[in-house]
């Protein structure tokens, strides 16, 4: 029996996110209870998982009852049902925050008003609109749903005017207004993020910048920490904060840059831990997961310096080989027993080095052994022009 209560820790959407945060709360103390559509969502193999929509208030009530308060691993929860429970328990980020990082148009806008830099963008309702933006922001440019779109999804790129109705078409299904947003299309070096974490008090910390690789939208690679000059480093930062401190921010987030000719412009911030941060569980010193337990739970925040240098790599469709993988010294394994399926993450590995020309090797390594050289080309090829990302 424990020396005290354990808490409940409720979360909201139960998949792979939910299952780490809770591998990593356990250890603190901390129980917990998931809220997911799917009856199988893969949190529910490590913790308590209830099945039910998450407008259903009967099980919003239910669900309340049980837990001490209540965080996400999942951002699309709608917005007035993180407010009706707000009224019953502690909702960590606080649903304004999450109504925010909802909508790309209202989270563009409160970058913008931050003095954050953004790439052009204007709200659009219909097709007349989208003529207008797209004379205004040019070609090419991404079309993107304001609402519910992650993973690439929910985009549509112009590369010319004449792709003005297959577009409108693509994102309104063909309605007459849908709520969307249209962004100039940025030629960026580099994909940066930020993870960082605030405290019930106020306290911010942050990890190294993390460099990332997207394929077909979706994130393949990172590599951290990330080569960043100390001017750049301090507007990432600058910017992180500058948006947790207006949004009264508790937990962990993301924030999504773009490296634009030694300028960082804001794509868009995860109100919860995130996908780029996942090589924080082993190197770092306490990982986002931790840290985000520690900042909703009210305790001290952990040390988010990064143990030597990390690769993550994401399993996206089905799982490669894990006998292979952990042979390799510095290999870590995380599979997050969904099953296959063309697109979905299933899982990661994290391929960690005390120095960069180990991670190299082993990175390498892993490559070769798993026949995905492709995946690990672009974090080798940095690491050989340079010392790191
Ligand atoms: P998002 O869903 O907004 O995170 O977009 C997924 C990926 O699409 C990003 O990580 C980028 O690789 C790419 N992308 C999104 N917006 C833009 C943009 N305005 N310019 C260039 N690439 C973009």
Redesign the pocket.
């Known amino acids: 029996m424990s020396a005290r209560e354990l808490v409940r820790v409720g979360i909201l959407g139960g998949g792979q996110l939910a299952r780490m945060l809770a591998l990593a709360g356990a250890p603190l103390g901390a129980k917990f209870l998931m809220l997911d559509t799917d009856a199988n969502a893969c949190g529910g193999q490590v913790a308590a998982l209830m099945h039910a929509d998450y407008r259903d208030h009967d099980a919003l009530a239910r669900f309340a009852n049980q837990v001490d308060f209540a965080t996400f691993d999942f951002e699309n929860v709608p917005a007035d049902s993180a407010h009706w429970l707000a009224e019953r328990i502690p909702v960590y980020p606080n649903p304004r925050a999450l109504a925010v990082a909802q909508d790309?148009l209202a989270e563009k806008t409160l970058f913008q008003s931050l003095g954050i830099g953004t790439?052009a963008?204007r709200a659009v309702d219909t097709l007349a609109e989208l003529r207008a933006a797209v004379s205004e922001i040019g070609v090419?440019?991404?079309l993107?749903t304001r609402r519910l779109?992650?993973?690439?999804?929910?985009?549509y790129?112009l590369r010319n005017v004449e792709d003005v109705d297959a577009a409108w078409v693509a994102l309104s299904g063909g309605r007459d207004s849908a709520s969307l947003i249209l962004?100039?299309?940025?030629?960026?070096q580099r994909?940066l993020s930020v993870i960082a974490v605030r405290s019930r008090s106020g306290e911010f910390r942050h990890w190294p910048l993390t460099r990332?690789w997207?394929h077909e939208?979706?994130?393949s690679l990172s590599l951290a920490p990330a080569s960043v000059t100390d001017t750049m480093t301090a507007e990432a930062l600058n910017y992180a904060k500058a948006v947790a401190d207006q949004l009264d921010y508790v937990g962990v987030f993301a924030l999504?840059l773009?490296e634009v000719d030694g300028r960082l412009?804001a794509?868009?911030m995860a109100p919860r831990v995130h996908n780029s941060g996942h090589w924080t569980i082993e190197g770092a010193e306490c990982s986002q997961f931790e840290n985000h337990l520690r900042a909703v739970m009210g305790l001290p925040l952990g040390d988010t310096a990064a143990r030597g240098y990390s690769a993550m790599l994401n399993w996206i469709g089905d799982l490669p080989d894990e006998q292979a993988a952990l042979a390799i010294p510095g290999v870590h394994w995380h599979d997050y027993g969904k099953s296959s399926r063309p697109g979905r993450k299933v899982g990661h590995a994290t391929v960690c080095g005390h120095d960069p020309d180990q991670l190299q090797s082993r990175l390498q390594r892993l490559g070769v052994a798993l026949d995905r050289e492709t995946q690990v080309a672009p974090a080798l090829g940095v690491m050989r022009s340079s010392r790191i990302a």
Not at 150 to 155: P, R, S
């Open positions: 790309r790439p963008f090419p440019s991404i993107k779109g992650y993973d690439g999804k929910g985009q790129r962004e100039s299309f940025v030629r960026f994909e990332n997207h939208g979706v994130l999504e773009f412009l794509n868009e």
